[in-house]
């Protein structure tokens, strides 16, 4: 029997936070998994899976072109390079090291949207060139930071990012008037389903990239590249199996065929039943705390990245609760399951439907009862 969990003494989670790598990502539905153990099971030429995968998923989502890689920052740092190089292989042998003219190539991002994943970007050797405020950005500024040296404009999609940034339709339009690529991180922008194609499509970015881990529940170790054939097959000469920056970051046939069958499965979904079913467990979390001393739940919305659906956001009040938002946290996390929630705030915490199953609420709910009660109780 194949070691599991219980055999290393790992606790399960409940995951009522979000699709975090930290805690796995998603979990993969049946199909996925199925798709997966039969890729395992033969030798395949990788670069010919590779070409195939993409076409069937660019075809599904009205893309010209994909590239599936080992998740989301790894889409970063093999589109930057892409961006860079082109279809160059003597520009693509010599990363991150500057071209032969010795000129650093730039990256552009809004200075409100830098973030842990521009590490992604600036491996490839490229420097970052901020615009903007931490607050405010304004058009001459995109404009004045174009110059030769530019390799493409980075854009971080989602709530958290929007407020001090240019619209994206308006930096498109201008990086396109210089010829310099847009390209969208879109990692956890699912749902809705329709960003696989909207931010490229409709809106004329390069590519966007996507976790696969996240709302398309496939292989926590894949992601999404879609965008135009220049691009994508710039992105092949820089990632694995090629001999390149991108080597590092493998995908392997399972991670292929898995996420072929997650981009098909959610395809399928019947999208607005899932988010309806998302605000019921929102609701029911809400008016199952009310009441309790101290406590205070109401609806959060968007989602932490700017997703469609809702969250129950619980305040905890000191006293009379006797019991601080960290304390929460604590405590949830030391039950059996462990229950797992995202600070917000500075008293709150953030209880998110996307990762629970209906059961799993539940004991979400319970939990969360049970630990207030008992605190309650204690201080009375």
């Excluded at 409709?202 to 976790?211: M, P, Q, R, T, V």
């Excluded at 709302?215 to 000469?237: E, F, K, Y």
């Excluded at 079913?277 to 029911?284: H, P």
């Excluded at 809400?286 to 001393?293: E, K, N, T, V, Y």
Aim: hydrophobic share 50%; proline share 7%; aromatic share 4%.
């Amino acid at each position: 029997m194949a070691t599991g969990y219980a055999e290393l003494g790992i606790v399960p989670v409940i995951n009522a936070a979000a699709t975090l790598t930290r805690l796995g990502g998603s979990r993969m539905p049946p199909p996925v998994l199925q798709a997966m153990l039969a890729a395992a099971d033969a030798f395949v030429d990788l670069h010919e899976l590779q070409a195939r995968v993409g076409a069937r998923i660019a075809e599904l989502t009205g893309n010209q072109a994909c590239f599936v890689t080992s998740g989301a920052a790894a889409g970063l740092a093999v589109a930057t390079a892409a961006c860079i190089t082109g279809t160059d292989p003597a520009r693509a042998a010599r990363l991150p090291s500057p071209p032969a003219n010795g000129e650093v190539p730039e990256v552009i991002v809004h200075r409100g949207q830098r973030n842990g994943y521009d590490h992604a970007v600036r491996m490839t050797g490229a420097r970052l060139v901020e615009i903007g405020l931490a607050h405010a950005t304004q058009a001459w500024e995109l404009e004045a930071a174009i110059s030769p040296r530019t390799a493409c404009v980075m854009y971080f999609a989602g709530a958290s990012f929007g407020e001090a940034a240019l619209p994206l339709e308006q930096v498109i339009a201008t990086a396109h008037a210089h010829g310099v690529p847009v390209l969208v991180d879109a990692a956890a922008q699912i749902p809705p389903i329709a960003n696989l194609w909207r931010f490229t499509r409709e809106l004329g970015a390069n590519a966007a990239i996507f976790s696969g881990g996240k709302g398309l529940r496939g292989p926590q170790s894949a992601g999404l590249v879609l965008g135009t054939p220049q691009v994508i097959d710039a992105c092949r000469l820089n990632a694995s199996p090629n001999h390149s920056l991108g080597r590092p970051m493998k995908v392997g046939k399972e991670e292929l065929l898995g996420m072929l069958a997650a981009v098909e499965w959610s395809l399928g979904q019947d999208e607005a039943a899932l988010l309806e079913q998302y605000e019921a467990i929102v609701q029911r979390w809400i008016a199952g705390l009310d009441g309790l001393p101290g406590v205070r739940a109401e609806r959060g919305f968007p989602s932490e990245a700017g997703q469609p659906h809702g969250r129950a956001i619980v305040h905890v009040a000191a006293p009379p609760a006797a019991l601080d938002r960290d304390q929460l946290i604590a405590a949830l996390w030391a039950r059996s399951p462990r229950i797992a929630v995202s600070p917000h705030g500075h008293d709150a915490i953030a209880v998110n439907p996307q990762t629970v199953e209906p059961a799993e609420a539940e004991l979400v709910l319970e939990a969360l009862q049970a630990t207030l009660a008992a605190r309650v109780t204690a201080v009375a």
